[in-house]
T-cell receptor, first 113, second 118 residues
Framework: GAGVSQSPSNKVTEKGKDVELRCDPI?????LYWYRQRLGQGLEFLIYFQGNSAPDKSGLPSDRFSAERTGESVSTLTIQRTQQEDSAVYLC???????????FGPGTRLTVL | GENVEQHPSTLSVQEGDSAVIKCTYSDSASNYFPWYKQELGKRPQLIID?????GEKKDQRIAVTLNKTAKHFSLHITETQPEDSAVYFCAASDVFRGGGGGADGLTFGKGTHLIIQP
């Protein structure tokens, strides 16, 4: 079946602009996660959605970052007033529950000039 | 919050030899420990995971051990092959932290670049 998809695959933006990144999880997966991976670095947790519960935003690095999820489907990660340090690959993952394997999407490579 | 340390950052072994990657974690409440493999330019993929009610798990050439007392867990790859070359990430999570509806995402180590020498 279809895996996790993300769009766009690449995004180049100018400093100060807002960007929206999209994630389509695997159908039926109630848990959805966003991570950030800087070049050559590990994965940094950003935010977690589980069903209709309030999201865990504990990993968001600043108030310029926000995310929404419609029910148990699509999620969007929004970065306002982008900075050069926001340049990274943003990975989305979904799972059937928080105790099970997370399946990752291909990521969105964000470059802030 | 949780802090995961991973060592070594780079590991080079001869093809056919074994490789061991070690991780420590700080939060004694963590109870789920997956390992991900990430090939260059690709997404991370789960290779094995262990939960805190077991001490060891094996899947063909890959095994993971967990020592909850010492708060460390290790990945063991035997009879390494060229296709094992990749970056490996350990992670930890307390999936039942509760507190109104959610557990944190995984806390990842910084990764180990495994190089298999022919």
């Amino acid at each position: 079946g279809a895996g996790v998809s993300q769009s766009p695959s690449n995004k180049v933006t100018e400093k100060g602009k807002d960007v929206e990144l999209r994630c389509d999880p695997i159908s039926g997966h109630t848990a959805l996660y966003w991570y950030r991976q800087r070049l050559g670095q590990g994965l940094e947790f950003l935010i977690y959605f589980q069903g209709n519960s309030a999201p865990d935003k504990s990993g968001l690095p600043s108030d310029r970052f926000s995310a929404e999820r419609t029910g148990e489907s699509v999620s969007t990660l929004t970065i306002q007033r982008t900075q050069q340090e926001d340049s990274a690959v943003y990975l989305c993952a979904s799972s059937t529950s928080p105790y099970n394997e997370q399946f990752f999407g291909p990521g969105t490579r964000l470059t802030v000039l | 919050g949780e802090n995961v340390e991973q060592h070594p950052s780079t590991l080079s072994v001869q093809e056919g030899d074994s490789a061991v990657i070690k991780c420590t974690y700080s939060d004694s409440a963590s109870n789920y420990f997956p390992w991900y493999k990430q090939e260059l330019g690709k997404r991370p993929q789960l290779i094995i995971d262990i939960r805190s009610n077991v001490g060891e798990k094996k899947d063909q050439r890959i095994a993971v051990t967990l020592n909850k007392t010492a708060k460390h867990f290790s990945l063991h790859i035997t009879e390494t092959q060229p296709e094992d070359s990749a970056v490996y990430f350990c992670a930890a999570s307390d999936v039942f932290r509760g507190g109104g509806g959610g557990a944190d995402g995984l806390t990842f180590g910084k990764g180990t670049h495994l190089i298999i020498q022919p």
